[in-house]
């Protein structure tokens, strides 16, 4: 493996280390509003609680899995979908497009 890709991968892995933990605090905002209800005190573990106190009532379950979905499209999906639309695009030339004009295209210019 050489460099370039080792630093590609190791971003990638502390990316989705880090994309977990932001997922988790999301997820726990998202859920209070899922419930229209005003987000307070969230923090990391706030989904987690709220999973192990409601995961049993359907409803609940229902809206917590709703909350972690949202989590998961706000950290992963749509960043990937930002990635991927950025780089999709038509590569340019390093030095442009120049090239020596043809005796045809001087004279159509006027230039001679």
């Given at each position: 493996?050489?460099?370039?890709?080792?630093?590609?991968?190791?971003?990638?892995?502390?990316?989705?280390?880090?994309?977990?933990?932001?997922?988790?605090?999301?997820?726990?905002?998202?859920?209070f509003?899922?419930?229209?209800?005003?987000?307070?005190?969230?923090?990391i573990?706030?989904?987690?609680?709220?999973?192990?106190?409601?995961?049993?009532?359907?409803?609940?379950?229902?809206?917590?899995?709703?909350?972690?979905g949202?989590?998961?499209i706000?950290?992963?999906?749509?960043?990937?979908?930002?990635?991927?639309l950025?780089?999709?695009?038509?590569?340019?030339?390093?030095?442009?497009?120049?090239?020596w004009?043809?005796?045809?295209?001087?004279r159509?210019?006027g230039?001679?």
């Open positions: 493996m050489n460099g370039k890709k080792g630093v590609i991968i190791a971003v990638v892995l502390v990316y989705i280390i880090v994309g977990f933990f932001a997922a988790q605090y999301i997820a726990g905002g998202a859920y509003i899922v419930n229209k209800t005003m987000p307070a005190d969230i923090a573990d706030t989904w987690m609680r709220y999973w192990e106190a409601y995961g049993d009532d359907p409803v609940q379950h229902k809206k917590l899995m709703m909350a972690a949202i989590a998961a706000v950290v992963y999906v749509a960043p990937l979908l930002l990635v991927l950025a780089t999709r695009g038509q590569s340019r030339s390093l030095h442009g497009d120049a090239r004009a043809s005796a045809s295209e001087i159509k210019a230039l001679l």
